[in-house]
Nanobody, 127 residues
């Protein structure tokens, strides 16, 4: 079992940057594929980015490609989401999530695959 705690959210102007972090408990962090989801009021939850166990495979939603970067540090049991060129439409609560533990490689791209979720961190982008 793993517990996830996000940090790094806040208020930023359009065009600005934020870096979200998600620290995980447990000693098998490298056995989990990870993802960042977001949900805005009145909208469905959306997968923003995902990363494989080793970090060599990543996935990005079309809406964030070229602006967001997901990465992980298995030694620190932490996953990051670097968000650049932020837009007002990026405003949402961002959750990190973990799929595993598993031996399967690759990324997970649907919410149903994820077993553990953080409480979320608010990102607000002003115009």
């Amino acid at each position: 079992q793993v517990q996830l705690v996000e940090s790094g959210g806040g208020l930023v102007q359009a065009g600005g940057s934020l870096r979200l972090s998600c620290a995980a408990s447990g000693r098998t962090f490298s056995m989990y594929a990870l993802g960042w989801f977001r949900q805005a009021p009145g909208k469905e939850r959306e997968l923003v980015a995902a990363i494989s166990r080793s970090g060599d495979s990543t996935y990005y939603a079309d809406s964030v490609k070229g602006r967001f970067t997901i990465s992980r540090d298995n030694a620190r049991s932490t996953v990051y989401l670097q968000m650049n060129s932020l837009k007002p439409e990026d405003t949402a609560v961002y959750h990190c999530s973990a799929d595993g533990p598993r031996y399967r490689l690759g990324v997970s791209t649907t919410a149903d695959e994820y077993d553990y979720w953080g409480q979320g961190t608010q990102v607000t982008v002003s115009s």
